[in-house]
Structures are given as C-alpha cells and as structure tokens.
C-alpha cells in the first residue's frame, strides 16, 4: 500500500490504534486524542512534505517513537515519546505550545502539575535558545486505567558544559539534592560531567499520587565499554554480571560502543532521598546492526535470556509495518534493560518511520525518502 499523500496523523495515530489492538490497551480512543493533541497542527502535513520541526525524537525526524514494555509481574505496555510543534516551529514556539497543552489535559487528565513547575525554569530558561527539544511527553499505556504521562526536559539548554549544573538544580528543587553526588560519582569516567559523560533527559512523572512519583536522569555515555556501563550501573547497586550480559547479547561482539552513546537512567524516587531506587541501561542497537532482521534476531536473544515472551514485539513490529525486517535499519531504535527492585524487564523502542526507511549497512548507507521508496 503506497502512503504517498498520507498526512503524519493519519500514519501515526494508524500505527498507535493497530499497536493498542494488539497489544490488548482497550482505551486506543484517548490514546490516539492524546497524540493527535500532541502532533498538533503537524498532524495534517502530508508526509511527502519535509517534516514541520527537524525532532530529534526519531532518526528521520517523525516526532513520535513506540516503545514496549516486557516484565514478568505484568502484561506488556505500550508507551510513546513525542515531541509538540508550534504552528511556526521554533523551540520558544514548541515550549509554548507543550506547556499549554499540558495545561489543557491538567484538568482532563488529572495530571499533577506541582512537581514539574518547581523545576521549569531550571530546563526552560527565558534567555536562551539553546539545546535540542524544549519539552518532549511520554505516554504509558496499559490494558486498562488512564494513559500515564511523563514529562522530559532537556539538561544541555544552556550548552553540554552547564548540563550537570541544571541537573543538581533540578534535583535540588525535587528535595532529592543528595542525588547529585552518587550519580556525578558514579555516571561519569572523569568524576565530572563533560563531553564523554553528559545528561540527556530529566524526566518526571505527572501523575496525581506524589507517593509514587518517579524522576529520571539520563547520562550518555560516548565511546563507552560495557565495563564503563556496568560502573555507572554500580550507582544503583547493580551487580555488572548483568550489564556485562545484556551489552553482549544486545551488542554481539561490539567492544566499544562508539556509533551512538550507551545511555544510563537512574530513578529517583522523592523521600527516598540519595540512592537510585532503580537503573535502565540503553543500548542503540540500530548504530550496531545491519539491519532490522539483525536486531530482531538480537532482541528474541534477549527475551529468551530474561525468560520474557517475544510475542509482543513481534505483533508491534507487525503492526508498525509491512517491510521486510531487511529491507532497512532503525525500525528498531533502541534496547533496553531494567533493573532493580524484582526481575529484569527488557524495553524495545520502535521507529515510526513515517518520512524514511534508513536503507540496511550492507547495502547503501544513505536513506531512502518515502516518496520513492519501494519497501512497502
Ligand atoms: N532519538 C534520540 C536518540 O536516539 C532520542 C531518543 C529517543 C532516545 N528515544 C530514546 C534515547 C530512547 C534513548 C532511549 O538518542
């Protein structure tokens, strides 16, 4: 079925309707308001038009990506990261338009919005234009109850060298300021944030019980071994056997992770004051494939180690696309793992690939527009 004169709405709320059927989410309705709300006026570009805002969300700049969560306690969920754009994007513009729609669904979808607003300003700085993204939303969507909404922000606002600053801010004005020292110790080679160990995300839940409410920081780590991930892991208590094992099955023989960085999530839960109550370790493994039936084979290796069923992901894939696994790369973006109280879970981040099919490594490393594509 060619797209061509497909509108973004029309391709990505078509893939989040057929990803929330498969994976049993009842409630695909609020889901779909929600991300059509969050697409904005980009929703009816049609996709032979360049993309409205270059979103860093996605390689080929679609500013949505899928994610599905497997754990053993529960059945999968379904989650997505998004990016808003102003009608005339621009990154004051973006912010405007993120902060009056999370205004908007505050009431309607009883977000709390206390926490986020201690630290806006941190992140959302008046006098800069700086960094990569304003505000980016994320939903999680389970079989059945309300979608929980997370909020990231971006540390290098004001430039790479000032990230670790806004971070301890932030954290600070969370209550959490003892924090700052284990993850600065820990997340980086040098003992300083810098170029090689830089914050990417500060992300924050807005759920309505602050009991429960989770802050994340995200480190990455550039040109870095599985040696390097499991010390960063080790701040959270992490025995690195499991890091170690995750990065050789994920990796496949990859010793230095130097086409894209290795990313450590550290949680933090307030009241529970210096230590990360739990870690996530983020492999790209489209910078280590070939292509996506290289990945795929990588992540059934990976279900089967942590004993997680696959059938998940495969009825993702199936529903995301008609392509041939081969037929390019990115499709799957990133891997992850999990860890901390209970068992492992294992999270896989899939592209909507709305404006480009990367073509596989072995082929032609250029990427194929969908205008003349000849996947579908
Ligand atoms: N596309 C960006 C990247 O790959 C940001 C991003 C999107 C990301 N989803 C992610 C980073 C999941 C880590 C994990 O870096």
Redesign the pocket.
């Known amino acids: 079925m060619s797209r061509f004169g497909f509108t973004l709405g029309a391709h990505t709320l078509g893939q989040l309707t057929a990803l929330c059927h498969r994976l049993g989410i009842s409630d695909a309705r609020t889901a779909c308001s929600m991300l059509g709300g969050i697409l904005g006026p980009a929703r009816d570009r049609v996709l032979s038009e360049p993309p409205a805002w270059p979103s860093?969300?996605?390689d080929d700049h679609t500013p949505v990506?899928f994610s599905v969560a497997l754990d053993h306690d529960r059945p999968p969920s379904l989650r997505l990261?998004a990016e808003t754009a102003a009608a005339e994007p621009s990154r004051l513009g973006n912010r405007l338009a993120a902060l009056d729609l999370l205004d908007s669904w505050s009431a309607r979808h009883r977000l709390r919005l206390g926490l986020f607003d201690r630290i806006r300003d941190v992140f959302l700085p008046d006098d800069t234009a700086g960094g990569r993204f304003a505000v980016w939303l994320s939903l999680v969507l389970r079989p059945t109850g309300p979608p929980a909404v997370k909020v990231y922000l971006d540390p290098t606002a004001c430039g790479v060298g000032a990230a670790g600053e806004l971070v301890a801010e932030g954290l600070r004005r969370l209550g959490l300021g003892g924090a700052w020292s284990t993850l600065r110790r820990h997340a980086t080679r040098s003992g300083l944030f810098d170029a090689a160990d830089w914050p990417i995300f500060f992300a924050l839940d807005l759920h309505d019980d602050p009991d429960t409410t989770r802050v994340k920081v995200y480190v990455a780590h550039e040109s870095a071994t599985s040696a390097d991930a499991a010390r960063a892991a080790a701040g959270a208590r992490i025995d690195s056997r499991e890091v170690d094992a995750f990065c050789a099955l994920a990796g496949e023989g990859t010793s230095l992770f130097d086409a894209r960085p290795l990313?450590s999530g550290y949680t933090f839960v307030p009241g529970n004051l210096d230590h990360p109550s739990g870690y996530s370790l983020?492999l790209?493994i489209r910078s280590y494939v070939d292509d996506d039936e290289q990945a795929w084979h990588r992540v059934q290796q990976i279900t089967d180690r942590y004993g997680l069923d696959r059938a998940p992901i495969h009825d993702a894939l199936d529903a995301l696309t008609d392509r041939r696994l081969d037929a390019g790369v990115g499709l799957i973006?990133?891997v992850s793992l999990r860890l901390g109280d209970g068992e492992p879970g294992i999270t896989i981040?899939l592209s909507s690939e709305a404006y480009a099919i990367a073509s596989p490594r072995q082929h032609i490393a250029t990427t194929t527009s969908r205008g003349s594509s000849t996947c579908r």
């Open positions: 860093d969300v996605s990506e990261l990313i983020y790209p973006a990133h981040y």
